[in-house]
């Protein structure tokens, strides 16, 4: 009998000894990576002849991209199958080449070092390193043909910057000194023409765009040794990130662990000097995705401070006085077995102080906890009906079944606009929903409408999504010293090199703005110009948050679709468990761009339902002087089922605002002899 298929493929890359005399050599790349060999042959049973390990001169600049690339051709790797990328070696950072210098920050870029790196004549490099956006357009070929299922994990510095006096005396005689995984190209000026050959080879509402949806943080999740602007070390001979990695998995199958919850696991230990990073949009996913897990509510950590609990969870959460967690050991993967609840007595906008219920006992901290929201304050939902419409009869007999859990919904007798939404029965039997954006855009756009079929399920699952839809729409803080010192800008995109929309085989282009800032006067108005008047050439949109504040920001942004009732990442605060997080948002003019520049998020497209020639959504832009994940307050369309941080020093703080651009879609076709060029 043929034994059953391991779907893992693996590309592991150690380089200690570099050809360039000039790099230090390094003790720990190479063992670090036979250790992640022997694990997935061991503990993972993953076939040696799907694992590709190159180390020292084996590893190449050619050699590395031959290697990365081949996964999209490989016959035996379906669509789906788990790929994982290692490196661990020196990391570098350097100017970017003028045509990436996007997004007005001038920041460096980021490459990893080949084994040959630097290896010509004494004039310059003959063989550049390799930047990191090469790496993502090869991450993005790759998931294009064999899905979006990629891990990479890199163990090296995210810049060199800080290691101008700071690298210690070697010894080779001793594995106990701190060795930076990092090396410096003073002299190295980036060529506009860096890696060409490999940059330029060929729903409703907002979304992804579909050509783009692969980019960069699109297409997989990273877990990094360290913050771009710091070392990654090494020391006894392995790195320190990889030894805290592999100690984790060894213990913790990947089955039952997500990417997001390894930084700030019980058994991940804080690493000194270093903050390691999570970042992907499918963060949440398990590691390797071996299996899919049970769909799990957010959880939040708890701490204890005097006689009082600390919850990780407060008003931008949407959490109030007398909200309720249900307590969990942190090991129970399934939230199957709580162990308690607590009750909250203040808030805060990112923390709560809670109690146990008076009479329960005290909570067990010796072992970690979590606690997910068990009770929020009613989140009034408000709904109409026509006078003499059949809808009302249908909605009491509805109701008489299911009180407990729609009972916060409020039948009023007045206009719509006092209203969530109006609900109507027509004539076909069909319940007809039109929804209040609540903005006052005038006329139709103040209305979005959507149906169903006259069915108590269907009613339900569109009746639930509705109030968690609003009650995240309408929680709204406001903060004027960051609302008015943050900008948004929201531009049509083209493609740098390629003057067509077709991106042949290789995956996204490179993309830049092009044209005014379209969000003018409080609104953004888009019409749909489809660049080859087919349904998947939807034009790409590219958003920049500039944070002109004094203080650092972070940011989530959502696109809400009333019409749809979902809700949208554009992007998502990246994660670190209990380590420090890179800062997205640096104070007194750092940006953040979807869609084009060096952040990895993916352009934005925008569409009109059939039948409609105009509707109206809201980019929802949440900025936090402290980093929130926000992503599970994303959510699909229920009209679709789915099958699918001696002198005093003050306090520092601690706020959140939003800020919503209304954005008008807008059906037009756009003719091919009035396409934008580049």
Same mark, same amino acid.
């Given at each position: 009998?043929?034994?059953?298929?391991?779907?893992?493929?693996?590309?592991?890359?150690?380089?200690?000894?570099?050809?360039?005399?000039?790099?230090?050599?390094?003790?720990?790349?190479?063992?670090?990576?036979?250790?992640?060999?022997?694990?997935?042959?061991?503990?993972?049973?993953?076939?040696?002849?799907?694992?590709?390990?190159?180390?020292?001169?084996?590893? $190449?600049?050619?050699?590395?991209?031959?290697?990365?690339?081949?996964?999209?051709?490989?016959?035996?790797? +379906?669509?789906?199958?788990?790929?994982?990328?290692?490196?661990?070696?020196?990391?570098?950072?350097?100017?970017?080449?003028?045509?990436?210098?996007?997004?007005?920050?001038?920041?460096?870029?980021?490459?990893?070092?080949?084994?040959?790196?630097?290896?010509?004549?004494?004039?310059?490099?003959?063989?550049?390193?390799?930047?990191?956006?090469?790496?993502?357009?090869?991450?993005?070929?790759?998931?294009?043909?064999?899905?979006? =299922?990629?891990?990479?994990?890199?163990?090296?510095?995210?810049?060199?910057?800080?290691?101008?006096?700071?690298?210690?005396?070697?010894?080779?005689?001793?594995?106990?000194?701190?060795?930076?995984?990092?090396?410096?190209?003073? !002299?190295?000026?980036?060529?506009?023409?860096?890696?060409?050959?490999?940059?330029? =080879?060929?729903?409703?509402?907002?979304?992804?765009?579909? %050509?783009? !949806?692969?980019?960069?943080?699109?297409?997989?999740?990273?877990?990094?040794?360290?913050?771009?602007? +710091?070392?990654?070390?090494?020391?006894?001979?392995?790195?320190?990130?990889?030894? !805290?990695?592999?100690?984790?998995?060894?213990?913790?199958?990947?089955?039952?662990?997500?990417?997001?919850?390894?930084?700030?696991?019980?058994?991940?230990?804080?690493?000194?000097?270093? =903050?390691?990073?999570?970042?992907?949009?499918?963060?949440?996913?398990?590691?390797?995705?071996?299996? *899919?897990?049970?769909?799990?509510?957010? !959880?939040?950590?708890?701490?204890?401070?005097?006689?009082?609990?600390?919850?990780?969870?407060?008003?931008?959460?949407?959490?109030?006085?007398?909200?309720?967690? @249900?307590?969990?050991?942190?090991?129970?993967?399934?939230?199957?077995?709580?162990?308690? $609840?607590?009750?909250?007595?203040?808030?805060?906008?990112?923390?709560?102080?809670?109690?146990?219920?008076?009479?329960?006992?005290?909570?067990?901290?010796?072992?970690?906890?979590?606690?997910?929201?068990?009770?929020?304050?009613?989140?009034?939902?408000?709904?109409?009906?026509?006078?003499?419409?059949?809808?009302?009869?249908?909605?009491?007999?509805?109701?008489?079944?299911?009180?407990?859990?729609?009972?916060?919904?409020?039948?009023?007798?007045?206009?719509?606009?006092?209203?969530?939404?109006?609900?109507?029965?027509?004539?076909?039997?069909?319940?007809?929903?039109?929804?209040?954006?609540?903005?006052?855009?005038?006329?139709?756009?103040?209305?979005?409408?959507?149906?169903?079929?006259?069915?108590?399920?269907?009613?339900?699952?569109?009746?639930?999504?509705?109030?968690?839809?609003?009650?995240?729409?309408?929680?709204?803080?406001?903060?004027?010293?960051?609302?008015?010192?943050?900008?948004?800008?929201?531009?049509?995109?083209?493609?740098?090199?390629?003057?067509?929309?077709?991106?042949?085989?290789?995956?996204?282009?490179?993309?830049?703005?092009?044209?005014?800032?379209?969000?003018?006067?409080?609104?953004?108005?888009?019409?749909?110009?489809?660049?080859?008047?087919?349904?998947?050439?939807?034009?790409?949109?590219?958003?920049?948050? *500039?944070?002109?504040?004094?203080?650092?920001?972070?940011?989530?942004?959502?696109?809400?679709?009333?019409?749809?009732?979902?809700?949208?990442?554009?992007?998502?605060?990246?994660?670190?468990?209990?380590? @420090?997080?890179?800062?997205?948002?640096?104070?007194?003019?750092?940006?953040?761009?979807?869609?084009?520049?060096?952040?990895?998020?993916?352009?934005?497209?925008?569409?009109?339902?059939?039948?409609?020639?105009?509707?109206?959504?809201?980019?929802?832009?949440?900025? $936090? $002087?402290?980093?929130?994940?926000?992503?599970?307050?994303?959510?699909?369309?229920?009209?679709?089922?789915?099958?699918?941080?001696?002198?005093?020093?003050? %306090?520092?703080?601690?706020?959140?605002?939003?800020?919503?651009?209304?954005?008008?879609?807008?059906?037009?076709?756009?003719?091919?002899?009035?396409?934008?060029?580049?």
């Amino acid at each position: 009998m043929a034994s059953e298929k391991i779907p893992l493929y693996a590309l592991l890359i150690g380089i200690n000894s570099y050809l360039t005399a000039g790099f230090p050599s390094l003790r720990g790349a190479v063992p670090d990576t036979l250790d992640f060999k022997r694990y997935l042959e061991t503990e993972l049973a993953v076939p040696s002849e799907q694992i590709i390990v190159l180390v020292d001169n084996k590893a $190449t600049r050619t050699a590395m991209i031959d290697a990365l690339a081949a996964f999209g051709t490989d016959k035996r790797i +379906e669509k789906g199958d788990a790929i994982l990328f290692y490196y661990a070696g020196h990391g570098t950072e350097l100017d970017p080449p003028t045509p990436w210098k996007l997004d007005g920050n001038n920041e460096k870029i980021q490459a990893i070092v080949p084994y040959d790196c630097n290896s010509g004549e004494a004039m310059g490099l003959t063989v550049p390193p390799i930047p990191d956006y090469t790496l993502k357009v090869l991450l993005s070929r790759i998931a294009r043909e064999k899905g979006d =299922n990629i891990t990479v994990i890199f163990d090296c510095c995210h810049s060199a910057s800080g290691t101008r006096g700071s690298r210690p005396v070697e010894s080779v005689e001793s594995d106990s000194v701190v060795r930076v995984r990092s090396a410096e190209l003073p !002299s190295f000026v980036c060529p506009d023409n860096l890696d060409e050959d490999i940059l330029n =080879n060929g729903a409703r509402g907002a979304f992804v765009a579909p %050509k783009h !949806s692969m980019r960069g943080l699109g297409s997989h999740t990273l877990l990094s040794a360290c913050g771009k602007e +710091e070392l990654a070390r090494e020391e006894r001979g392995h790195g320190r990130f990889s030894a !805290s990695l592999l100690r984790l998995l060894r213990q913790v199958s990947p089955e039952n662990l997500r990417h997001s919850e390894i930084l700030g696991h019980a058994l991940f230990p804080r690493i000194l000097d270093q =903050n390691p990073q999570c970042e992907g949009i499918y963060k949440d996913r398990t590691l390797f995705n071996r299996k *899919v897990l049970p769909a799990q509510r957010k !959880s939040f950590a708890i701490e204890q401070k005097g006689g009082n609990y600390t919850v990780g969870a407060g008003t931008i959460h949407r959490i109030t006085k007398n909200s309720e967690f @249900t307590v969990y050991r942190k090991t129970d993967i399934t939230l199957s077995n709580p162990v308690g $609840t607590l009750v909250v007595e203040q808030v805060a906008p990112f923390y709560s102080s809670a109690q146990v219920p008076e009479g329960s006992s005290k909570l067990d901290l010796t072992q970690p906890l979590i606690s997910v929201i068990k009770k929020l304050a009613p989140q009034e939902f408000r709904i109409r009906t026509p006078p003499g419409n059949g809808f009302t009869s249908v909605y009491h007999e509805f109701l008489k079944a299911r009180k407990q859990e729609f009972g916060n919904i409020t039948l009023v007798n007045a206009t719509r606009d006092d209203a969530h939404a109006e609900i109507s029965l027509t004539d076909e039997n069909r319940i007809l929903f039109k929804f209040n954006t609540g903005r006052g855009l005038g006329g139709t756009l103040d209305v979005a409408e959507n149906s169903i079929d006259n069915d108590d399920d269907d009613l339900a699952r569109v009746l639930a999504a509705a109030i968690c839809f609003y009650g995240e729409f309408e929680n709204h803080y406001e903060d004027s010293d960051i609302s008015k010192n943050v900008s948004v800008e929201i531009y049509r995109l083209v493609i740098m090199n390629d003057q067509t929309m077709g991106f042949g085989d290789f995956g996204p282009p490179r993309m830049r703005p092009v044209g005014p800032n379209l969000y003018n006067d409080g609104v953004v108005n888009v019409h749909m110009q489809y660049a080859n008047a087919a349904e998947d050439d939807y034009i790409p949109y590219g958003i920049r948050v *500039v944070n002109k504040s004094g203080g650092d920001l972070y940011a989530n942004l959502f696109h809400f679709n009333h019409g749809e009732l979902s809700i949208s990442p554009c992007a998502i605060a990246h994660d670190s468990g209990h380590h @420090t997080l890179d800062v997205p948002l640096r104070k007194k003019g750092g940006a953040l761009t979807i869609g084009y520049g060096n952040s990895g998020y993916p352009a934005v497209s925008f569409n009109v339902a059939d039948g409609l020639d105009l509707e109206v959504g809201f980019l929802k832009v949440y900025l $936090t $002087t402290e980093s929130v994940d926000l992503s599970y307050i994303q959510q699909d369309t229920p009209f679709v089922v789915s099958r699918h941080m001696v002198q005093h020093k003050p %306090k520092p703080k601690t706020a959140w605002t939003d800020i919503i651009v209304p954005i008008i879609q807008h059906r037009e076709t756009l003719r091919h002899d009035t396409q934008i060029q580049n």
